[in-house]
């Protein structure tokens, strides 16, 4: 979700703020909300704590101007040494991998062709995944996001394209921060993931940070760390394609695609038994699992 502007920020936090329970553990003060220091250029999925206890004002996006990425691509840039071969966290990215080389062709994917032109496309097929063996801080804030996606470029891992969403995944020892907002291992938690953009040297770089879900905040019940990571990879890469530099929006809430239906209906097990989320379709004024 865009937040517009410091005033309508304040206005959202204190008005979650006002809903939030009394104390108790981290993941239980989702809704404690501050500005977001990065809320011009990226844009947050929300805890489920916040989606349940925030009321739905769903309505049919809207275009605004931006470009949308027609024949997308995915690269995963896993920082940190245990999603290296042998590591603790290998099966982790070596699943996440084969989600993201079998999305673009299903029927869940297939949702967000109705909007400018987008193509079932191989995600998998952007350029090398880049396995990086050093130890991310523990607070990786949206500037080390963008730095480590540059070293990719940088170092020789692969090479720029305007269509390719640069997603960073990072282990459990590790949590993002937004200013003082924070995911899952963070002391103020308010998101699960995020998705935005930034001027680089070549283009336009389109990005994601995909933290470890390691609270109740981040979580559906029942299923694995990988499955939860692999729902909000979904969430993330299908608002990158359709909102890559703040196009697509609603018209009265800001919300995207992705945001519209997130967590409610409850996110499902979908095509070759992988985890996904309920996408809105303008061509039937709701969310929706396949098209």
Not at 36 to 41: E, I, K, R
């Amino acid at each position: 979700m865009k937040i517009r502007g410091l005033k309508s920020v304040l206005a959202l936090s204190c008005g979650l703020l006002s809903m939030v329970a009394s104390a108790g553990a981290q993941e239980d003060k989702a809704l404690n909300l501050k500005p977001f220091a990065d809320a011009d250029h990226v844009i947050y999925m929300p805890t489920n704590l916040a989606a349940k206890r925030v009321p739905s004002k769903a309505t049919n996006l809207s275009y605004h101007g931006g470009g949308v990425l027609t024949s997308a691509r995915v690269v995963f840039i896993f920082w940190g040494p245990s999603f290296a071969s042998g590591g603790a966290d290998n099966g982790y990215a070596t699943t996440l991998r084969n989600f993201r080389n079998q999305f673009g062709t299903t029927p869940e994917y297939n949702v967000i062709t109705q909007y400018s032109g987008i193509l079932l496309t191989n995600l998998g097929s952007g350029g090398t995944d880049w396995f990086d063996t050093s130890t991310p801080p523990t607070n990786v804030t949206d500037s080390n996001v963008r730095s480590e996606v540059n070293r990719y470029f940088s170092g020789g891992h692969g090479t720029y394209n305007s269509s390719t969403i640069y997603e960073v995944v990072i282990p459990k020892t590790s949590y993002s921060s937004s200013g003082t907002s924070t995911s899952c291992g963070g002391p103020g938690l308010a998101y699960c993931a995020y998705h935005g953009s930034y001027s680089g040297t070549s283009g336009t770089v389109k990005y994601s940070i995909e933290p470890y879900p390691s609270c109740s905040g981040c979580k559906v019940s029942g299923w694995s760390d990988v499955q939860n990571q692999e729902h909000f990879t979904c969430h993330e890469t299908r608002e990158a394609v359709t909102d890559p530099v703040n196009g697509w929006w609603n018209t009265s809430t800001g919300a995207e695609a992705d945001d519209q239906c997130a967590w409610s209906p409850s996110p499902f097990i979908g095509t070759n038994g992988y985890a996904y989320q309920y996408e809105w379709s303008n061509a039937v004024t709701g969310c929706v699992r396949t098209r």
